[in-house]
């Protein structure tokens, strides 16, 4: 009976232990650059699959990735600079060029899907 009462103890003490509270937190993350919905699609499977986050929302009329995170497990810059490795500019980090060249180019900034830039004459 000794050894059961042990064997419980120890087992309850576990359980508690593996079901203990992980610290989170979450931000909000600039990301100007987003342009529709399947830049929506690319951040938010990208992220989801990221060890560490737990959720993930984009909004594209904002402009603004909302993330929770597992602190023990991530932080906020590897968040941002996974953005930044899909392509896309995330705050302070700037998207990696070769990431952002693949993008389609219904995600890429309006300066850079082809369009010539006008330019005032100058013979006024």
């Known amino acids: 009976m000794k050894h059961f009462k042990l064997l419980v103890l120890a087992l309850t003490g576990f359980v508690l232990s593996a079901n203990a509270q ?8 600039n990301t100007p650059t987003i342009q529709c919905d399947m830049c929506k699609g690319k951040i938010e499977k990208y992220l989801s699959r990221a060890e560490g986050v737990t959720a993930v929302k984009v909004n594209v009329k904002k ?9 023990d497990r991530t932080n906020i810059e590897n968040i941002k600079a996974q953005i930044a490795t899909v392509g ?3 705050d302070d980090v700037t998207a990696v060029p070769e990431a952002y060249a693949k993008l389609p180019k219904c995600c890429k900034k309006p300066e850079d899907q082809g369009a010539k830039p006008v330019v005032a004459d100058e013979k006024q």
């Open 88 to 90: 896309y500019d995330a």
């Open 63 to 71: 402009k603004t990735t909302s993330v929770s995170w597992i602190t």
């Open 22 to 29: 992980k610290i989170t937190d979450k931000a909000v993350i």
